[in-house]
């Protein structure tokens, strides 16, 4: 099984400070929750039934 970068999911340098970090999580957080996007809920769950 490949490995993930945690860095380059939240598309950030290896050197980012804690404070960066956080502000990427949180931005990643906002646009893939399902009560901030319902839409790609619904494409999601699209997907899994394809």
Same mark, same amino acid.
């Given at each position: 099984?490949?490995?993930?970068?945690?860095?380059?999911?939240?598309?950030?340098? &290896?050197?980012?400070?804690?404070?960066?970090?956080? &502000?990427?999580?949180?931005?990643?957080?906002?646009?893939?929750?399902?009560?901030?996007?319902?839409?790609?809920?619904?494409?999601?769950?699209?997907?899994?039934?394809?």
């Amino acid at each position: 099984m490949e490995q993930t970068c945690c860095y380059k999911i939240l598309g950030i340098k &290896k050197t980012a400070s804690s404070d960066e970090i956080k &502000k990427a999580y949180r931005r990643l957080a906002l646009k893939w929750h399902p009560d901030k996007n319902p839409d790609k809920r619904k494409k999601q769950k699209n997907a899994s039934n394809s």
